[in-house]
């Protein structure tokens, strides 16, 4: 059964924590990015990658980190740093974003919550 | 700075009836166009995509695109309960290929009343 996961579901950081959060995918797909999306708002770019070992920053990368080390796998970490960290993340993948219809397919996401 | 607007609404429909939803956008070079449906709580999930100007249709949904005027739209026909939800218009930029991700607007709140 093919598809993207994300874990955990749900998370609570405390002030001052590191947390990372897990996304894996069995689609063979080529670049997965993570967003995120606060209450009311759309969904904003965090970090992209199109291959293993290589990633981008995207429209709001300050206070997160990533790594690309297997094609399945992109996690993020919310460092410290992040100054507002509590919101919905979502990790999608595409199979080929140079082409237009390139669709991308979201996880289910993590909702995390600071304390 | 690239932009997606959409109107927020909420936008309330009676079931059975067509159900219109629109997009503006400001990169006048972007390529292609999505919309994306997301239950309260739950991750978009893909309704259809268009590249090409005039209508796509798909079942009770067409997306209609106008590249020279900037605007993208859904209609939603024969409106059910079901469609209530937040309608998510996503453009693909002209630079990258659409290989920094897409640019979301901030979703059009669509309810359905029985």
């Known amino acids: 059964d093919g598809g993207i996961t994300q874990s955990p579901k749900y998370l609570f950081r405390k002030e001052g924590q590191n947390v990372t959060l897990s996304c894996e995918q069995n689609?063979?797909?080529?670049?997965m990015y993570w967003y995120r999306q606060d209450p009311g708002q759309g969904l904003r770019l965090i970090y992209y990658s199109q291959i293993v070992n290589d990633f981008q920053k995207g429209d709001i990368a300050e206070g997160y980190s990533v790594s690309r080390e297997k094609k399945e796998s992109f996690p993020l970490t919310v460092t410290s740093a992040q100054k507002n960290p509590t919101a919905f993340y979502l990790c999608a993948s595409s199979i080929d974003p140079g082409l237009a219809s390139d669709e991308q397919f979201f996880g289910p996401g993590t909702r995390l919550t600071v304390l | 700075q690239k932009e997606v607007e959409q109107n927020s609404g909420p936008l309330s429909v009676p079931e059975g009836a067509i159900a219109s939803l629109n997009c503006t956008y400001s990169d006048r070079g972007s390529q292609s166009f999505f919309w994306y449906r997301q239950y309260s709580g739950k991750s978009p999930e893909l309704i259809m995509f268009i590249y090409s100007n005039g209508d796509k249709e798909d079942g009770r949904f067409t997306a209609q695109l106008n590249k020279a005027s900037q605007y993208v739209s859904l209609l939603i026909r024969d409106s059910q309960p079901s469609d209530s939800a937040t309608y998510l218009c996503?453009?693909?930029?002209?630079?990258?290929?659409?290989?920094?991700?897409?640019?979301f607007g901030k979703g059009t709140h669509l309810i359905i009343q029985p």
């Open positions: 689609l063979n797909h080529d670049a």
């Open positions: 996503a453009v693909n930029p002209s630079s990258g290929g659409g290989a920094d991700g897409l640019t």
